[in-house]
């Protein structure tokens, strides 16, 4: 069963655009949200991340849209650059330290 | 400022045999260490969850017998794959945290021949 879900599997926008990448969960008990960034050959960084009490997290270019009731939540990725062509990773995880991550959306941004 | 290092980048090794991967912390003290497995389709697979004061937690289909891992401060963390197969190839993920969300270092790259 796949607690967490990503979608789409990829994504292909243009330099300037907003690139929107969605995530639901099926655990109620899940109130931490990591997003990950991914560049081939390289670890999985920590991009931005939300608590489940927030509804909107802001960042530079990058925001989290948490809505609990629906158990969904996207990063909205504004001005989108060529070099954040990357796989991104939705995750979540309770206070017991253990993060299961989405399956990843891996984002084109074409110049 | 924080990160993980992890050691070695990749290896190779002959099915049947074993190979030990390491785990830095550097700049803070873990006090949770995870390890992952992401396949070549990207997928994570936590493989166990080592927390300060409890036991080494292995997920299912993932054992101490093929999976031993050491966790003998809040700095440093090391896990074997015995008898290694084609099956258990991967990048090898630790991710060491203080809270909710781990920092990862770049991975131990496995290739099995």
């Known amino acids: 069963q796949q607690q967490v879900r990503q979608s789409p599997q990829s994504l292909t926008v243009w330099e300037g655009e907003t690139a929107i990448l969605n995530c639901s969960y099926e655990n109620s008990a899940f109130d931490y949200f990591p997003w990950y960034q991914q560049f081939p050959g390289e670890g999985p960084a920590l991009l931005i991340s939300i608590l489940s009490v927030s509804d909107k997290k802001e960042d530079g270019r990058f925001t989290i849209f948490f809505n609990k009731r629906e158990k969904k939540l996207s990063l909205h990725i504004a001005d989108s650059q060529p070099g954040d062509s990357a796989t991104y990773f939705c995750a979540a995880n309770t206070n017991a330290y253990k993060v299961i991550f989405g399956k990843g959306t891996h984002l084109h941004v074409l110049p | 400022g924080a990160l993980v290092y992890q050691y070695p980048r990749r290896t190779i090794c002959k099915s049947g045999t074993s190979m030990r991967m390491e785990c830095q912390a550097v700049g803070f003290q873990a006090t949770s260490v995870a390890w992952y497995r992401q396949s070549p389709q990207k997928t994570f697979e936590l493989i166990a969850l080592?927390?300060?004061?409890?036991?080494?937690?292995?997920e299912q289909n993932f054992t101490q017998e093929k999976f031993p891992i050491s966790h003998p401060n809040l700095s440093f963390s090391s896990m074997t794959v015995l008898n290694a197969y084609l099956e258990d190839r991967g990048l090898y993920l630790c991710?060491?945290?203080?809270?909710?969300?781990?920092?990862f270092g770049e991975g131990t790259r496995l290739s099995v021949l």
């Open positions: 991710g060491a945290g203080t809270g909710q969300a781990p920092l």
């Open positions: 080592s927390t300060v004061n409890s036991a080494i937690k292995y």
